[in-house]
Nanobody
Framework: QVQLVESGGGLVQAGGSLRLSCHAS????????MGWFRQAPGKEREFVAA????????NYADFVKGRLTISRDNAKNVIYLQMNSLKPEDTAIYYC??????????????????WGQGTQVTVSS
């Protein structure tokens, strides 16, 4: 069993930056690929980014367009999502999740097993 806790969300103006963190307990994150998803009010949860267990490969949603970067520090049991040039449409609850395998980079929720409770990101215009 893995417990995931996201942090780093908050209120930021358009064009600003935030770095989200996802800390794990119960298991080492180095055993998993990891993903970030988000869910805006009234919308379905959508894929943001994923990273394999060593960090050697990543995958991003098309809307990221170089603004967001996923990374990980297995020694600290944490993954990050650096978000730059934020837009109001980035407003959502952001969730981290463990991949079903060490190499999971998929964009669908059913490829991920354990989920955190989410952290709210609000971008004002």
């Amino acid at each position: 069993q893995v417990q995931l806790v996201e942090s780093g969300g908050g209120l930021v103006q358009a064009g600003g930056s935030l770095r989200l963190s996802c800390h794990a307990s119960g298991r080492t994150l180095g055993d998993y690929a990891m993903g970030w998803f988000r869910q805006a009010p009234g919308k379905e949860r959508e894929f943001v980014a994923a990273i394999t267990w060593t960090g050697a490969a990543t995958n991003y949603a098309d809307f990221v367009k170089g603004r967001l970067t996923i990374s990980r520090d297995n020694a600290k049991n944490v993954i990050y999502l650096q978000m730059n040039s934020l837009k109001p449409e980035d407003t959502a609850i952001y969730y981290c999740a463990t991949g079903a395998t060490r190499w999971t980079l998929g964009k669908t929720s059913n490829e991920y097993n354990y989920w955190g409770q989410g952290t709210q990101v609000t971008v004002s215009s």
